[in-house]
């Protein structure tokens, strides 16, 4: 049925072949959303957005879809489309040589009814409720040369097969796709689709773009911008990235990786048709999978000979996802440690520098997330001890329900004023606000104390200093009149690294980032 550019969806009796005009994306078109389209959206318009109409125009396929919340912008193929917060209707498109493989892969409304025998083996293909695999997951599929439009739709089919294994889901794991080409492409976020079928329509839809597999760019695309809250991340849920290759890479993994790494992210790397013998001269780096993964163990890094039989490997790779114990990397310092504030309120330290006091560790704790990733206690929340000749327990680790309330309590704290006993105050924390977390998690990379002073100590602290250090990173940070050697004895080891001064109360602001980096590297060391 021949249309005219500005055709609209919703001028459309049902699901239809129409025949675009050439030159549409010369003119203005109206085009709300990134696929799914708002009904009101130009066909033609949309099908160039999406690639499977050139400036030539042509024949387009339209299948109609309910209508959606959120319909999101983007720039693709010359066409900007637009956001729109909700519309009755929806409609996708695809190309007309598309057609058979969408009836070959149609998984929402099969073409017959299927057989007894049929219905049985689909219903064995999805294992037991996934509910509990509260992860969320980041596709980073292969759409270079390397793979060509047959595989790739091949890697969709597979991509299908594994949301379905993975029952992904509202309450279940959640799923986004970036492309890996010359440059990536993010397709859809993790909250564009929480409902199964409309997350397998949208991996259908998926368009092959071809370039080069600059799959070292897609996976820092991926952990810098992906899973952030305001994207559809979710707090406290693990962040896997699984990185799908066919042959090898032509950009280096290994510092993407590390930053992948540094942000908590389980990086998966599946590779398929592995290079030959004949072809390792020309594969970059050799040893691509091992510095991609999360860690060199044999659990991150998957192998499938080729795509005509990744089927089979759909129920293994999803088991290995849904692991929740082995996602190590999601335990970054982060969300993983326990930062006791030891407080000084003597005299010499007065109201208004106290404030400056605890506004310098509210910002570091805010630095860390109150997450139960892992743990049945909150790692990432803070305890405070504030201490003159007497100690006074402020709040314990497991006292705050929330990142937030936490903050305010450390911010609610009421100046004591008083003398200076730094070493009965240790020893007061190490037996108090850290006796809940005996036998678990009771290394010093988990556990940190952090002790600022402004003067010289009445008792000796290097006693209790030693008694605290071995089961707890300690942190010394001295003010104004704090003598360095008590500063360092209580300082762990090395002590250069574990010991920070100002001069002035106002100059705190500044070791917030070096002390964050100091329990980080800590945490990564130990």
């Not at 009755?88 to 498109?93: L, N, Y």
């Not at 897609?218 to 693990?238: D, K, S």
């Not at 001295?478 to 002590?495: F, I, N, Q, T, Y």
């Amino acid at each position: 049925m021949p249309v005219g550019c500005a055709t609209r969806g919703a001028d459309l009796p049902g699901a239809s072949v129409v025949l675009c005009p050439p030159a549409c994306s010369q003119g203005r078109v109206s085009v709300f959303g990134t696929g799914p389209f708002a009904a009101v959206s130009s066909v033609c318009g949309a099908a160039i957005h999406r690639g499977v109409l050139g400036p030539s125009g042509g024949p387009v396929r339209v299948h109609k879809l309910p209508g959606q919340d959120n319909y999101r912008s983007s720039l693709s193929h010359g066409v900007q489309s637009q956001t729109l917060s909700q519309w009755t209707s929806s409609f996708s498109v695809t190309s007309r040589t598309s057609d058979q493989f969408y009836k070959i892969n149609q998984l929402c409304v099969p073409a017959k009814k299927p057989t007894k025998k049929k219905l049985t083996m689909k219903k064995a293909l999805i294992p037991g409720n996934k509910a509990d695999c509260k992860i969320d997951v980041a596709m980073v599929i292969d759409s270079s040369n390397n793979i060509g439009r047959r595989r790739f739709n091949l890697q969709k089919n597979f991509l299908i097969k594994l949301a379905a294994m993975m029952k992904v889901g509202q309450t279940g794991p959640h799923m986004g796709v970036i492309q890996a080409s010359d440059t990536p492409r993010t397709e859809f976020l993790l909250s564009n689709y929480t409902q199964p079928k409309e997350l397998l329509f949208a991996i259908k839809e998926l368009g092959y773009l071809g370039g080069d597999s600059n799959t070292g760019k897609a996976i820092t695309h991926a952990a810098e911008t992906f899973f952030q809250q305001e994207r559809g991340g979710r707090r406290g849920y693990p962040r896997v990235m699984v990185v799908l290759v066919d042959g090898w890479p032509s950009d280096s993994l290994e510092q993407a990786a590390m930053l992948a790494r540094e942000f908590g992210i389980n990086v998966f790397l599946v590779s398929v048709a592995k290079p030959a013998p004949e072809e390792l001269p020309m594969v970059p780096d050799k040893d691509f999978m091992k510095k991609a993964v999360c860690r060199d163990n044999g659990f991150f890094s998957y192998g499938i000979p080729s795509w005509f039989s990744s089927s089979k490997h759909v129920k293994a790779l999803s088991q290995r996802l849904c692991s929740l114990d082995s996602l190590v990397c999601s335990k970054t310092c982060f969300n993983s440690v326990n930062i006791g504030f030891l407080i000084d309120g003597s005299s010499s330290v007065g109201h208004t520098n106290f404030q400056l006091v605890l506004d310098f560790l509210s910002r570091v704790a805010a630095t860390f997330d109150i997450s139960d990733v892992g743990a049945r206690i909150l790692p990432g929340a803070p305890g405070a001890v504030q201490y003159t000749y007497d100690q006074r327990l402020e709040f314990g680790f497991l006292d705050q329900p929330n990142k937030d309330e936490a903050l305010a309590a450390l911010r609610r704290i009421s100046y004591m004023s008083g003398g200076t006993a730094t070493g009965e105050a240790i020893s007061f924390s190490t037996q108090n606000l850290f006796r809940f977390l005996a036998g678990r998690r009771t290394a010093p990379g988990r556990n940190f104390l952090v002790v600022v002073t402004d003067g010289q100590s009445y008792d000796d602290v290097r006693r209790p200093a030693m008694e605290a250090q071995a089961r707890i990173s300690v942190f010394s940070v001295g003010v104004a009149w704090a003598p360095l050697d008590d500063l360092r004895a209580m300082s762990s080891e090395p002590k250069d690294s574990h010991t920070f001064f100002s001069r002035e109360f106002s100059g705190l602001s500044d070791l917030v980032p070096v002390l964050v980096r100091g329990i980080c590297r800590d945490f990564s060391e130990k």
